[in-house]
């Protein structure tokens, strides 16, 4: 079974600011499988990356994805306000079909 | 555009059988593309993958809960259902149920539905 570390737990930015988010696998992972989704209190996910690097449709640029095998990174390159969420990595492909990891929390400082 | 809702009992008494459907409109669920999925969230939790079903029937669980879960179609209805037995507190989550795309972007959740809060107990 694959796991999905998200580290860290909660980052506290400030608007403007840069946050570098982490995701790491217990086996390697195929890049076309590896998403990233925002959710907000008492809201679903959304899709925010696909593919590891490619951004869902409607995503602003300041986001963007990368990594590839066992490490995989989001970054938001100048937070806005309503980028303040709960991030989760998703994958797909080893047993269970899908895992998540535990999520980060980007808090406002 | 595609819109997925869940609906079903938010009480369900431990050892009991839970069951939610989820209502799709925008799209038909029978159309080849798609996987239609649930996942749940325990309250201040992570989200857990339940299972999927796909156009022709056939079904994939996530093992940890394989030997309770079973995920059905109703097309004619265009809805997709999840039956979770013999339930614990443990159960308690919101339910969220989920389009699967198969293409680009393959293997990612969009849309979802809104979710729905089960609570087991007594």
Do not use: H, M
């Amino acid at each position: 079974e694959i796991v999905l570390t998200q580290s860290p737990g909660t980052v506290s930015l400030s608007p403007g600011e840069r946050a570098t988010l982490s995701c790491r696998a217990s086996q390697s992972v195929s890049s076309t499988y590896l998403a990233w989704y925002q959710q907000k209190p008492g809201q679903a996910p959304r899709l925010v990356i696909f593919g590891a690097s490619n951004r869902a449709p409607g995503i602003p640029d300041r986001f963007s994805g990368s990594g590839s095998g066992t490490d995989f990174t989001l970054t938001i390159s100048r937070l806005e306000p309503e980028d303040f969420a709960v991030y989760y990595c998703q994958q797909y492909g080893r047993s269970p079909l899908y895992s998540f990891g535990q999520g980060t929390k980007l808090e406002i400082k | 555009q595609v819109q997925l809702e869940e609906s079903g009992p938010g009480l369900v008494k431990p050892s009991q059988t839970l069951s939610l459907t989820c209502t799709v409109s925008g799209v038909s669920i029978s159309s080849g593309s798609y996987y239609w999925t649930w996942i749940r969230q325990p309250a201040g939790e992570g989200l857990e993958w339940i299972g999927r079903i796909y156009a022709s029937g056939s079904t994939n669980y996530n093992p940890s809960l394989e030997s309770r879960v079973t995920i059905s179609a109703d097309t004619s209805k265009n809805q997709f259902s999840l039956t979770l037995t013999s339930v614990t507190a443990a159960d308690t989550a919101v339910y969220f149920c989920a389009r699967e795309r198969i293409v680009v972007p393959a293997a990612t959740f969009d849309p979802w539905g809104q979710g729905t809060l089960v609570t087991v107990s007594s």
